[in-house]
C-alpha cells in the first residue's frame, strides 16, 4: 500500500522550533515532486513549500520564507520540514504529498498532487 506518514507535528511556543517528518511507504518517490501543505481550523488548505526530485528547487510561500526550509532525503524516502520562528498563525494541519504523475519537474497546486498524508497537527501557543 502506498503511503505518507507525517510525524514530528506537536505544541511549542512562539518562537520556538519543529521538525515535521514525512516518510514514504510501499513505492519511491525519488522522482517525482514533493510539497508541505497545511490546513487552519476554518480555512483552506494552503501550500506551505514544495521542492523538485532531489531538492535542488524549491519554492516557499511568502508567510513562511525565512522561516521553514523543505528537504528530503532519497535514500531515506523521507521529506522534511524545518519550522523556525514559529507564529501562532503557523496553527494548523500539516500535510505532506507527493505528485506521482510528475517527473523531475516543480507542481504548485494541491489538485495536481495525488498521495497525501493523514496530517499532523502543529499548535503554536502565544
Known amino acids: 500500500q502506498v503511503q505518507l506518514r507525517e510525524s514530528g507535528g506537536g505544541l511549542v511556543q512562539a518562537g520556538g522550533s519543529l521538525r515535521l517528518s514525512c516518510a514514504a511507504s510501499?513505492?519511491?518517490?525519488?522522482?517525482?515532486?514533493m510539497a508541505w501543505f497545511r490546513q487552519a481550523a476554518g480555512k483552506e488548505r494552503q501550500l506551505v513549500a514544495t521542492l523538485n526530485w532531489n531538492g535542488g528547487a524549491t519554492y516557499y510561500s511568502d508567510s513562511v520564507k525565512g522561516r521553514f526550509t523543505i528537504s528530503r532525503d532519497n535514500a531515506k524516502d523521507t521529506m522534511y520540514l524545518q519550522m523556525n520562528s514559529l507564529k501562532p498563525e503557523d496553527t494548523a494541519v500539516y500535510y505532506c504529498a507527493a505528485d506521482t504523475r510528475t517527473d523531475f519537474g516543480m507542481t504548485y497546486v494541491a489538485a495536481e498532487y495525488d498521495i497525501w498524508g493523514q496530517g499532523t497537527q502543529v499548535t503554536v501557543s502565544s
Open positions: 510501499g513505492r519511491t518517490f525519488a522522482n517525482n515532486p
